[in-house]
């Protein structure tokens, strides 16, 4: 039933729903604008390549963890209208604006249900979509906008299947759970909460929930088997992601694993501007309810949801050989947003509708408590010591694009655990969260007005959103490089697509060569294929064009002489006398 709304009041809240659309839609086209080709060598680039594979075409090897197959089903038609790697790689980027446009729906029916009327329920969806945590992601091609609308669904149909138990419903959800899986395989955690989720059902509705469990196990086994299929065919080797967690379990660091967890928590609390918190306390609260009732509450669903993510996020990264060991040290590790984002999106979500329904003050009041005590110890025991000048990759920590260019460019010395101060190489950390403190504050402060309260929330995530833009396009500026001899040498490939392409493995030297340049020359050279042929192999005499390492010593063999400029991550491009020589205009060694 439609909650009643004085007309004026109705009117300012389908107003704030087109405004917050309108706002949302603008953040996410101002982040994809200008990104033409992949900036993640393994994650965009496996998942582009299996997109060919999908759609019939042939494709490059790739090298990496494995990632599953769902965006790749959904980009793969694009290969059907265009073979130019820049023009798909733009066009996935519009079908992912496409997919988080479309999470409004499911996302406003779910809040709808804690009472709200629909303007007010599209409003607070479209608030949510416009945060940084999710905006961001619309510049790059990844699984991340996919899986936010998969965990979106999965969460409705708990919902639904809670309201009325039946078969159909309990399928329902089944298949929503193992379709989050095909997206992405850490979504296995959230497979596995549906699955406790269902047997404790059984109390309730034994019939619907022994079809749910049976559906969920047979369709997630082949969900698992497909990805590693597909895996086998792009990368021939079985997905590994979730070695290092394992690592962890085995091997854990507890003290370190508290201060990630602070970490990870603090970024939320600052991507959110702190409603995370509020959502949070509420989720506890009726998840504990439920559990004394003995009852399968959604809410209970959702404290699990939000339980393991955060176990796989923290695990994933509290890892002293990840944090510590390697000279190339990151900084996004202990920062880690992109597991738990598409849970905490719902947690926001909850805590806007709440704000909305006036929720008890007592709950705002513990949220500023939690969150209080998560900043003192990240400040205190987990700043100090995280490597705060190390490499950060945006798409990881979307909530804390706002703040990254507050990060040092130099740095310092690990060993003087520096407290942040305002001033020092350490701010960034003190900024943002004396910022989110002020912005939690003046959202609570219109908490008896909730219309300017949810208005001020979709202002600060715009502007969160708006001010994310420098970072991305640093990133994609960075590391999104395509050296123009090999864009050439694509166009004249075009020409001559009987030309063979050879990646040459185990040449020496190596300096600074590895799977990213394997990855990249592969995408770049798309539609040619490169194929893996071993150094000092009889087999390279049958390849025209080679991709091997600087200075490489076996070319004088083949009389392959090197196209001048084309260098990237410690290959670059070699090519015998031929057409393809004559279309780059590189010299006969021979003449």
Sequence with gaps: MEPTMMPAAARGWTALALAAAAVALAAHVLLLWGATTPVFPYDEVTLLQMSRLLAGQDHSLVIGAGYFPGWALVIAPLWWFTSTPTTLYMASLVVGLVVSAATVLPLAALVRR???????????????????????????????????????????????????????????????????????????????????????????????????????????????????????????????????????????????????????????????????????????????????????????????????????????????????????????????????????????????????RRVPGRVHAWAAAAGALIVTATLLAAAPYASTWGYVTVAHVPGLAPWLGLLPAERFDEGLHLLPTLGNANRMWLWASLATAAAFALVLALRRRPLAAVALAGLLATAASVASDPATDRFHASEGRVPAPVAETRAVLAEHPETRVAYVTGCAPSAGRGPVSRNYFGWWLVPAVMEGVADGSPDLARYDLYVACEGWPGASSLDATPVPGSLAYGSELWVRPGPVADGLRVPDPSR
């Design 114 to 356: 804690v009472g709200l009327a629909r303007s007010q329920a599209y409003a607070v969806a479209c608030v949510v979509l416009a945060m940084p945590a999710v905006a961001v992601q619309a510049a790059f091609s990844l699984s991340e906008r996919l899986l936010l609308l998969a965990v979106v669904c999965l969460a409705l149909a708990v919902q639904r299947l809670h309201e009325r138990p039946t078969p159909a419903r309990a399928t329902m959800l089944a298949l929503a759970a193992t379709a989050t899986y095909l997206v992405h395989l850490r979504a296995l955690a959230l497979v596995a909460v549906t699955l406790v989720w269902l047997v404790l059902l059984l109390r309730r509705d034994r019939r619907s929930a022994a079809t749910g469990l049976a559906v969920l196990v047979v369709a997630g086994l082949a969900v698992h088997g497909l990805g590693v299929a597909l895996n086998l065919a792009v990368m021939d080797a079985v997905p590994t992601q979730g070695t290092g967690l394992l690592a962890a379990l085995s091997d854990p660091a507890p003290l370190l694993m508290l201060r990630v967890l602070a970490s990870q928590l603090w970024a939320q609390l600052v991507g959110t501007f702190g409603l995370v918190a509020v959502g949070a306390v509420a989720v506890a609260q009726a998840a504990w309810g439920a559990a004394r009732r003995r009852r399968p509450d959604p809410a209970l669903w959702l404290a699990g949801a939000i339980v393991a993510s955060v176990l796989v996020s923290v695990l994933s990264w509290a890892d002293p050989a990840v944090l510590y060991a390697e000279d190339w040290r990151r900084l996004d590790g202990w920062i880690y947003g992109r597991y738990l984002d598409p849970v905490a999106t719902l947690v926001v979500a909850l805590a806007l509708a709440l704000l909305i």
